[in-house]
């Protein structure tokens, strides 16, 4: 079974400053990671699939990088909206595995 | 639109059943995975269970197995979610989303939800 963590649990930031999250596997998850935003009372949101491929709508702000056991999500310059909790989640073997989250709040 | 609507929670006592739908629309749902996400109070999302498009492959997480089972009716565009011997911890959001494929398990679309509680 493979466990995702990410760091730091809480990211604390001014709009427009760049937000850096990690996400680190206990073995390679080769590319197969994917990005989500979530927001309470809300559906989350798909940003980032195969670790760097944006997903459809999403700002060119949101990126995504790494292979193996580190991966990163990277804001350029933090809008308002961007403030939410984010995980990242692994599709290389069952069981799929979301990360314990990132929560990007307003400094 | 993709749009994905789920149903079913409720109260029940520990040791009860429950069985949750999620009604999809907006797009061929037969050629899509699709999938179980909760979120117990307090905590991050955790995946619970998916299947194919076919329905033919199903997965659980070990805490779930044997006493969850995700089945499709792809004439009805529903996806199902019976729940047995159910307990304390399952208590929870449960998410129904779209795979972005027939086995590409990344989630793209969402439904908003129906809440769980298991308590005597």
């Known amino acids: 079974e493979i466990v995702l963590t990410q760091s730091p649990a809480t990211l604390s930031l001014s709009p427009g400053e760049r937000a850096t999250l990690s996400c680190r596997a206990s073995?390679?998850?080769?590319?197969?990671l994917a990005w989500y935003q979530h927001k309470p009372g809300q559906a989350p949101r798909l940003l980032i699939y195969?670790?760097?491929k944006t997903a459809t709508g999403i700002p060119p702000r949101f990126s995504g990088s790494g292979s193996g056991t580190d991966f990163t999500l990277t804001i350029s310059s933090l809008e308002p909206e961007d403030f939410a909790l984010y995980y990242c989640?692994?599709?290389?073997?069952?069981?799929?595995?979301f990360g314990g989250g990132t929560k990007v709040e307003i400094k | 639109d993709v749009q994905l609507l789920e149903s079913g929670g409720g109260l029940v006592q520990p040791g009860g059943s429950l069985r949750l739908s999620c009604a999809a629309s907006?797009?061929?749902?037969?050629?899509?995975?699709m999938t179980w996400v909760r979120q117990a109070p307090g905590r991050g999302l955790g995946w619970v269970s998916a299947?194919?498009?076919?329905?033919?492959?199903?997965y659980y997480v070990d805490s779930v197995r044997g006493r969850f089972t995700i089945s499709r009716d792809n004439s009805k565009n529903t996806l199902y979610l019976e729940m047995s011997s159910l307990r304390v911890d399952d208590t929870a959001i449960y998410y129904c989303a779209k795979a972005l494929g027939s086995s590409n398990y990344y989630f793209d679309f969402w439904g908003q939800g129906t809440l769980v509680t298991v308590s005597s």
């Open positions: 195969d670790a760097s």
């Open positions: 299947l194919s498009g076919s329905g033919s492959d199903t």
């Open positions: 989640q692994h599709r290389r073997s069952w069981p799929l595995a």
């Open positions: 907006g797009f061929t749902f037969s050629n899509y995975a």
């Open positions: 073995q390679s998850v080769s590319s197969y």
